[in-house]
């Protein structure tokens, strides 16, 4: 996608919201879900039609882990790192996970096809360790499970 449409993209979706600096987050969630991701040359746009600096809606991109600086790959796997997934084995299954795919928690596989990023919390305590593939919520995940679920997304 060109720069010029990028940034046209962001000034309709910053124009829907009436150019208010509240409605940030939002936008950046639609723009995420137009593009893929926040693309670094939307910040300007953004910091200009809501009257923001370009510090602050940097700050707001970078600070919330939904918000991705690059796009991601044709499928997202997300595992839980709060306390209770972490108490019931996420951090091994994590490592796991890491060397299966031979990225790091945060990248994408170089062939595109697995984002691996980490979640806060996805509600899910009671079926700990969980995660998310391509939104889809998984409980009780183990090795067995995630390399399965991994070898039916092609990975």
Known sequence: MHTSDVENIAR???????NRPDGLIEILHRLQTAVG????????VLADALNLSRAEVHGVVTFYHDFRREPAGRHVLKLCRAEACQSMG???????????LGVP??????????????AYC?????????GMLDGRVLGRLNADRLARLLQEAGA
């Not at 996420?90 to 299966?100: F, K, N, P, Q």
């Open 12 to 18: 309709a979706i910053a124009a829907d919201y009436g």
């Open 90 to 100: 996420a951090d091994a299954l994590m490592a796991t996970v890491e060397r299966r």
């Open 105 to 118: 928690c945060g990248q994408t596989t170089a062939d595109g096809n697995v984002t691996l990023e980490p």
């Open 37 to 44: 991701y926040v693309p670094e040359e939307a910040e300007r």
């Open 122 to 130: 996805l509600g899910l305590c009671a079926t700990a360790p969980s």
